[in-house]
């Protein structure tokens, strides 16, 4: 089967029941850590708007949740069935926007999660979209690439009535790819006549956007340059340690290292590197290292190192870019970064960001530091509305724009209300969203503006 290169925003791998003591002051919330984490964010902003208990059940209520079996005929003959999801959290300031994964750990509360999180993250950015999330409870290393085909086919025959332009628009996440974007568009396209804005990633020829791939690590780079202005510094002799060098790990490496910065430090799930003496990793070597290897594990002339001491290396940069709960509780003491940038999604539980804080590290949050891909599908959706082509100059000048606006509004947020860079992100971004329902009329708060 060919391989699949996940090329959309960072999402969440699969979610595992872990427990850690809650943080003090919240009070025991179920589910799994990353659900626990996601509503301990919720909640404390939720508090700091006055939203009241019914406009917070609103908020974090699903507005559709779909579950269909997909059956599909494998080679050998014999028909497997799987179980298919797509959760659409919120339409409330625009058509649902999110991924869709293929791995055996989907399931409806995961789904949940994620749609939940991508609701915040497009309000944040300002993009006229709302959150979703979908997939297929299927390991697909275990299927040809006409098995992939054929069921990422039947999916959709199961849920087209519930995508669209104009509704949700599905992007790739974890083992999926631009070919099953493409796949996706044809399939949608027979029944609803030719429709390139009803999924985004595709392959430049049938619609895609220049840039796609790499904004979500671009984006962090960014951000991160943004973030070091304000303090009076560049990104300029700065020493990075980057957990995950999938897409988003090099592509934030690339820019980190073209704009001066140091990448002294990368870990995938296979191990861990560093840097001998003096010389920085040379980030071209690596990716391509990487290609032909698959692990940055054996790059010529580098030490190598486990996970756990790629986290406690002295840095001035950690960019956790791999899987959820990088960073915990246990571990959080022992970074030595004086900036977290979160390139994963909820890389950071609530206890790790609770003594991170005590120790003045800033972190800045998954919100606003990995929306660089989901504000480029936002420019290709764009894009294939007017049937338009944008040229890569536009969208990084685009993208740039987009999260130098949210960033500093964010700062401004922080630095007024004495709260950290993650509060006043769920903040402004809850906000919004809780507007633009009181504004719909489906509940009344003292914070909508007539």
Not at 108 to 114: D, K, V
């Amino acid at each position: 089967m060919q391989s699949l290169q996940v090329i959309n925003t960072p999402e969440l791998s699969t979610v595992h029941a872990l427990h850690e003591p809650k943080v003090s002051g919240a009070g025991p919330i179920s589910g799994t850590l990353v659900e626990q984490t996601a509503h301990h964010n919720f909640s404390l902003a939720a508090q700091q708007l006055g939203l009241s208990a019914d406009h917070q059940l609103l908020l974090r209520t699903p507005f559709r949740e779909v579950k269909v079996s997909v059956p599909v005929q494998m080679d050998d003959g014999s028909l497997r069935v799987f179980n298919g999801y797509r959760i659409q959290h919120s339409g409330a300031r625009g058509p649902a926007k999110g991924g869709i994964r293929y791995h055996p750990a989907v399931d409806a509360g995961e789904m949940q999660a994620l749609a939940e999180i991508m609701t915040w993250k497009t309000a944040l950015v300002d993009i006229p979209f709302g959150g979703a999330k979908g997939g297929i409870a299927v390991d697909p290393t275990k299927l040809s690439a006409g098995e992939l085909e054929r069921l990422t086919r039947r999916y959709v025959s199961r849920i087209h009535r519930f995508i669209g332009p104009f509704r949700d628009i599905p992007a790739p996440d974890v083992n999926t790819n631009a070919q099953v974007m493409a796949w996706i568009l044809d399939e949608y396209s027979s029944r609803h006549g030719y429709s390139p804005a009803c999924v985004t990633s595709k392959p430049i020829e049938l619609g895609g956007i220049r840039g796609r791939a790499a904004a979500t690590g671009t984006g962090v780079g960014m951000v991160l340059a943004e973030h070091m202005k304000a303090r009076g510094r560049s990104l300029s002799g700065l020493r990075v340690v980057i957990q995950g060098f999938g897409n988003v790990g090099s592509n934030a490496a690339k820019f980190i290292e073209e704009h001066g910065g140091e990448i002294i430090a990368v870990g995938d799930v296979n191990g861990a590197i560093l840097s001998s003496g003096s010389r920085p990793l040379r980030v071209h070597d690596l990716i391509e290292h990487v290609r032909l290897t698959g692990s940055v594990v054996g790059f010529p002339g580098a030490m190598a190192i486990d996970n756990e001491e790629l986290i406690a290396l002295p840095c001035d940069v950690l960019i956790p870019a791999a899987l959820e709960n990088a960073l915990t509780q246990d571990n959080a003491g022992d970074v030595r970064a004086s900036v977290i940038v979160e390139g994963a999604n909820l890389p950071t539980t609530a206890a790790a960001d609770r003594i991170l804080r005590d120790r003045n590290i800033d972190v800045i949050p998954d919100l606003l530091a990995n929306a660089g891909g989901v504000i480029a599908s936002y420019f290709e959706w764009t894009q294939n509305l007017q049937q338009t082509q944008w040229s890569l100059d536009k969208v990084n000048r685009q993208l740039r724009a987009y999260l130098t606006r949210a960033y500093r509004a964010v700062r401004k947020v922080a630095e007024g209300r004495d709260m950290s860079l993650r509060e006043a992100a769920w903040l402004i971004a809850i906000d919004r969203v809780a507007r633009a329902e009181s504004l719909r009329g489906a509940v009344r708060t003292r914070n909508a503006r007539a």
